[in-house]
Nanobody, 124 residues
């Protein structure tokens, strides 16, 4: 029933920018938080950013100052603006939803729903 579909990934040169989107459907009317995680080749999935229903945000230390998460509650869509891309940012980026009135846990196991992901590749 619940579906999360990411888009916006692609191949970008170092220093460039991308704007990822994740559209959710089938969610209940319960307030939720939305988050982005990423998984690079050979690495574990890691927390990137999260935003609460009211717009409060949280970021991983590695992306602070470069990534911006936002959401459009009317569209059940979460965005991730990625600036100053580095080769180390190359990964599959997945969005997730957690029924939570505030910010969710940074642990991936705490999420209720997941999207399939969109690939971001940064060339050097």
């Amino acid at each position: 029933q619940v579906q999360l579909v990411e888009s916006g990934g692609g191949l970008v040169q170092a220093g460039g920018s991308l704007r990822l989107s994740c559209a959710a459907s089938g969610l209940s009317r319960i307030k939720n938080a939305m988050a982005w995680f990423r998984q690079a080749p050979g690495k574990e999935r890691e927390f990137v950013a999260a935003v609460s229903w009211s717009g409060k945000t949280d970021y991983a230390d590695s992306v602070k100052g470069r990534f911006t998460i936002s959401r459009d509650n009317a569209k059940n869509t979460v965005y991730l603006q990625i600036n100053s891309l580095q080769p180390e940012d190359t990964a599959v980026y997945c969005c997730a939803v957690k029924y939570d009135m505030g910010l969710p846990s940074k642990q991936s196991s705490g999420m209720d729903y997941w999207g399939e992901g969109t690939l971001v590749t940064v060339s050097s």
